[in-house]
């Protein structure tokens, strides 16, 4: 299995520019979480989705921020406009919620970079 | 609302030492427990997990023990290597529960000196 795809790895924009980082989750997989992780606040659950539909956005930071799941394999997360204070990795996993299995699977990350 | 501790660090060990990490939760039901794992610049592993009270979970040396007596679930490790150098994450799952959203410490760094 290919595992959570995030594209692109790494992203460097100018301040008040849009960003776009994309996710595919692992097929099968009914859950699918947004997270942002930076030194000063730690690893934080932006959003996440069940059956392509958004659960709870309660950590998604402000406005600017917006995430859609149009499919089952596809997920975006986007910013506009972006703020140096967005620059973090941002993280996208996915689960099957299977009985008592609720193992997440996280993809390798999005660094993001706004100057 | 549920929570996960975990110990500050880092945790600076040396090669073939034995390694605790300290981690307590509270929960208001009967959480499922795991420990993740993060190689730098790589993104969070599940490393082992318990589902339920007195459940060891164990993988590659790696042990943790959910104590519900004492709401913890400390991963240990008997001989540590180079390799072993992460962030290490406690989080825990509500079992039962309607949502599927874990809960995660704030990591503790390992670092291991050969």
């Known amino acids: 299995d290919a595992g959570v795809i995030q594209s692109p790895r790494h992203e460097v924009t100018e301040m008040g520019q849009e960003v776009t980082l994309r996710c595919k989750p692992i097929s099968g997989h009914d859950y699918l979480f947004w997270y942002r992780q930076t030194m000063m606040r730690g690893l934080e659950l932006l959003i996440y989705f069940n059956n392509n539909v958004p659960i709870d956005d309660s950590g998604m930071p402000e406005d600017r921020f917006s995430a859609k799941m149009p499919n089952a394999s596809f997920s975006t997360l986007k910013i506009q406009p972006s703020e140096p204070r967005d620059s973090a990795v941002y993280f996208c996993?996915?689960?099957?919620?299977?009985?008592?299995?609720?193992?997440?699977?996280f993809g390798p990350g999005t660094r993001l970079t706004v100057t | 609302g549920d929570s996960v501790t975990q110990m500050e660090g880092p945790v600076t060990l040396s090669e073939e030492a034995f390694l605790t990490i300290n981690c307590t939760y509270t929960?208001?039901?009967?959480?499922?427990l795991f420990w993740y794992v993060q190689y730098p610049g790589e993104g969070l592993q599940l490393l082992l997990k318990a589902t339920k009270a007195d459940d060891k979970g164990s993988n590659k040396g790696f042990e943790a023990t959910y104590r519900k007596e004492t709401t913890s679930f400390h991963l240990e490790k008997g001989s540590v290597q180079v390799s072993d150098s992460a962030v290490y994450f406690c989080a825990l799952i509500f079992y039962g529960g309607a949502t599927n959203k874990l809960i995660f410490g704030t990591g503790t760094l390992l670092a291991v000196q050969p």
């Open positions: 929960a208001t039901g009967y959480p499922s």
């Open positions: 996993a996915s689960s099957l919620r299977r009985g008592s299995s609720y193992e997440q699977y």
